[in-house]
């Protein structure tokens, strides 16, 4: 990973991560896709239930989060619950 990042410092790259709470995953994530093919037939190779494939998700935030942790690129973490606009705005003043 180390590798990675310098190569990616290298070229200035930048890291926004988005970190959901369960519930906004649950909310926003699985409900909507409740009966699409997404969580009807793609999504069974995380679990065999919407509940299954939410606990998945969770696990997997979890490690992107201690990976973006150790990350040593230049970051903001934001969370989807604030204000859209809000977030837009200061990812975008982050870039800038």
Do not use: S
């Not at 310098?6 to 959901?20: G, P, Y």
């Not at 995953?25 to 679990?47: C, M, N, S, T």
């Amino acid at each position: 990973m180390l590798a990675y990042d310098i190569k990616l410092n290298q070229i200035e790259c930048e890291l926004i991560f988005i970190k959901a709470k369960p519930a906004i995953i649950w909310d926003r994530g699985i409900v909507p896709r409740l009966h699409e093919q997404f969580i009807v037939e793609y999504a069974k190779k995380f679990g065999n239930t919407p509940e299954e494939i939410h606990q998945c998700f969770i696990n997997e935030q979890q490690k992107l989060q201690v990976l973006a942790n150790k990350c040593t690129l230049a970051k903001i973490i934001r969370k989807p619950e604030r204000d859209f606009q809000q977030n837009l705005n200061n990812a975008y003043r982050f870039w800038l």
